[in-house]
């Protein structure tokens, strides 16, 4: 993808995140606008990653349709969004997480099911790994899937999944057996006996409407088990890992968003600077140029091969940090009744802090990292 491309892709982006500026402060008072206003004013179909035979009306750049099909374009397109309203790019209606698991492990008809669903109307979908007790470690993962005659009942509690209470159908990661191979993930509509949702009150992030999900022997069959033909090493953890992977960049380009947002607010609304913040200032210009190209890059290699995170890990650290950085450092900057006074940079504080736990906290991140370098990854990263 040449460099012309990627700026007039970004400029296209930013011509539309125009529109989600204004609801931005509505969303995260209400996140119930998100379902009544889908996409917040933007055309939600052309950011939702829809394949071509259900996206009669792509993005385009030179008259080239664009899918947003590869981390590259999402993350350039995304970074834009998520500088008017990070909240309102991980509400968008559409499939998000769940994507990259059908993309890996669904058959013919369970994709077809999927995207049908998803396309036809604004529909959220929902990708639920982390558990109340357990966190994320798959190796402790309580949520089981067991026969029950020919078919299969699904039992257990999911935590922090976005848009859960608003969605129509998604993937949970369950037990089938012992071991991280014994994970597997199932396609499940939210409306079958026994699954319930419920949102949880949250500080950052309000318009993702983070969840809880409660399944109580939720009746599945066969046909909801997602990869099953597959051997156990390519089934559920194998296609987490992928997810996981292509997503870290994602959410990086997220929090990168967040921290140009707060450092164009600072910008905007403060004139004179002595010395020392001028060149604080100055740090931080060079700091986003730095991380947007980190993210890129990331972006890249998790696209030429979704098994290797190292970069996507590096990202991540560094997209996080520097978005806590810039909002808290701002707040300083634009003097003692910054937060009352500036409603966006109170949002944009707490919308940062989110990124830390979204895909990993920075420990996990670092050892990603750490795993990477060791296996000769990476040649040469300072992100510690
Ligand atoms: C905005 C947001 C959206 C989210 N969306 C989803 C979603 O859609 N679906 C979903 O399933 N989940 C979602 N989550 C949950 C998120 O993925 C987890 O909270 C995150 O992965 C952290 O996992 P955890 O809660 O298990 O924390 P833990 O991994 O238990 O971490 C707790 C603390 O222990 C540290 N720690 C853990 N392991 C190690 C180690 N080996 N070495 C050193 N330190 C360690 C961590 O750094 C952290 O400080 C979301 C969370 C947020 C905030």
Redesign the pocket.
Known sequence: MSTDFLTDLRAQARAHADLLRPTALDLDRNPDLAVSAPGCGLPWRRFAGLPAEYNPDPLRVDGRPVLLDTCVERVVVLEELARADAAAV?ALPGP??SASVIADLADDDQQQRYWETVATEPTWT??????PA????PGSMHTTLRRHGDDFRLHGT???????VRSRLGVV?ARRNAGPLGVVAVLVDTDLPGFTAAPLS?L??RG?Q?SELRMVDVPLTEADILGRQRSATRQGMWAATRTFNRYRPVVSCLALGVAQAAYDLVVTQRRRYRTDERHLLTGWEQRLAGTRALVLAAARAVDADPRDGTLAAAAKLRATRLAEEITTTAVRLLGPGARWEHPMLDKLLRDAR???????????Q??TLAEGYLQGRLTDVRAG
């Open positions: 991980l998000s997480m929902f990708f639920a790994m982390t558990e357990h966190g994320s470690d999911k935590r922090y999944v976005g848009n859960g990661f949250t950052g992030l993702l983070l989110a990124f830390e736990f979204m895909e990993g906290t920075g420990n996990i670092r050892l």
